[in-house]
T-cell receptor, first 115, second 116 residues
Framework: AQSVAQPEDQVNVAEGNPLTVKCTYSVSGNPYLFWYVQYPNRGLQFLLKYITGDNLVKGSYGFEAEFNKSQTSFHLKKPSALVSDSALYFCAVRANTGTASKLTFGTGTRLQVTL | DAGVIQSPRHEVTEMGQEVTLRCKLISGHNSLFWYRQTMMRGLELLIYFNNNVPIDDSGMPEDRFSAKMPNASFSTLKIQPSEPRDSAVYFC??????????????FGPGTRLTVL
């Protein structure tokens, strides 16, 4: 069975500082990894994904994530946080099986960026 | 493109009533996912379809829940009879699967269901 762990319920960071939202995963074989963001009263929005190739993936709004196979991690990062980045962030994993399979989401991490 | 469309956006009903949630996929997408989000359980996958065929309905809580795809662009999630513990935000998401199964899902705005 595949699973995702987001160990922090909430991350607090000051505007202008770098941010990291942590994610580790468990899956049989090679993973497809995703980050989504959810703003209040909205659906989830896709940020970025890792499929294969370069371990550093760049996505929307200046976010990036680094795939680390040995640590089974896919942490989300941004060099300089904005107050508008405050939202709920979800990491998700799907097994690379070549067939339709479901996406498993983590429990979410709330990012709070303050002035 | 208008994105994934869900209706209604808000639904308030009384226990025992039938509730039908609707979803219109993005044109050209052929996978459809229904999720439920609550504070207690987070985001749960209820069921997903590929090319109108249900692939995995193991997340459907019980027989009171049913989902259909009468055509390639539209889906319904029905709860009959509804109970207060069904109160949640229900999301529909779609994705293309052509070219591989690594395509991201596109979420609708959700339906906030309150069962009194």
């Amino acid at each position: 069975a595949q699973s995702v762990a987001q160990p922090e319920d909430q991350v607090n960071v000051a505007e202008g500082n770098p941010l990291t939202v942590k994610c580790t995963y468990s899956v049989s074989g090679n993973p497809y990894l995703f980050w989504y963001v959810q703003y209040p009263n909205r659906g989830l929005q896709f940020l970025l994904k890792y499929i294969t190739g370069d371990n550093l993936v760049k996505g929307s709004y200046g976010f990036e994530a680094e795939f680390n196979k040995s640590q089974t991690s896919f942490h989300l990062k941004k060099p300089s946080a904005l107050v508008s980045d405050s939202a709920l962030y979800f990491c998700a994993v799907r097994a690379n099986t070549g067939t339709a399979s479901k996406l498993t989401f983590g429990t979410g991490t709330r990012l709070q960026v303050t002035l | 493109d208008a994105g994934v469309i869900q209706s209604p956006r808000h639904e308030v009903t009384e226990m025992g009533q039938e509730v039908t949630l609707r979803c219109k996929l993005i044109s050209g997408h052929n996978s459809l996912f229904w999720y439920r989000q609550t504070m207690m359980r987070g985001l749960e996958l209820l069921i997903y379809f590929n090319n109108n065929v249900p692939i995995d309905d193991s997340g459907m809580p019980e027989d009171r829940f049913s989902a259909k795809m009468p055509n390639a662009s539209f889906s319904t999630l029905k709860i009959q009879p509804s109970e207060p513990r069904d109160s949640a935000v229900y999301f529909c998401a779609s994705s293309p699967t052509s070219g591989g199964h690594y395509n991201e899902q596109f979420f609708g705005p959700g339906t906030r269901l309150t069962v009194l």
